[in-house]
């Protein structure tokens, strides 16, 4: 079965950086985009960042500049490089992946479990 795996997440001062990991496995025929969400206590659920195969990329307005995303093609990995961190940057951040299964002529949208940024003087 398809499973996402972050890593990545911790406590970091403002001004600071992390970089998140999300490593997909499974029967995978080929990824038609991930991306990162993340969801702060009390607020909705926001897409972050997200990549296509066709290499195309999309920011959040608070994150560009300072959020890069990234992809491993041959081990089906995302990675978010955040740099310059703000304490509204805070939040668990998702995974999220629109997968090819198997042969191909199945698709399926698919996320992690989270991993938990903090950022606090």
């Known amino acids: 079965q398809v499973r996402l795996v972050e890593s990545g997440g911790g406590l970091v001062q403002p001004g600071g950086s992390l970089r998140l990991s999300c490593v997909a496995s499974?029967?995978?025929?080929?990824?038609?985009?991930m991306g990162w969400y993340r969801q702060a206590p009390g607020k909705q659920r926001e897409l972050v960042a997200h990549?296509?195969?066709?290499?195309?990329?999309n920011y959040e307005d608070s994150v560009k500049g300072r959020f890069t995303i990234s992809r491993d093609n041959a081990k089906n990995t995302v990675y978010l490089q955040m740099n310059k961190l703000k304490p509204e940057d805070a939040a668990v951040y998702y995974c999220?992946?629109?997968?090819?299964?198997?042969?191909?002529?199945?698709?399926?949208?698919?996320w992690g479990q989270g991993t938990q940024v903090t950022v606090s003087s």
């Open positions: 999220n992946a629109d997968l090819f299964l198997g042969s191909g002529a199945e698709r399926g949208v698919y």
């Open positions: 499974g029967s995978i025929f080929s990824i038609a985009a």
């Open positions: 990549t296509t195969t066709l290499g195309s990329t």
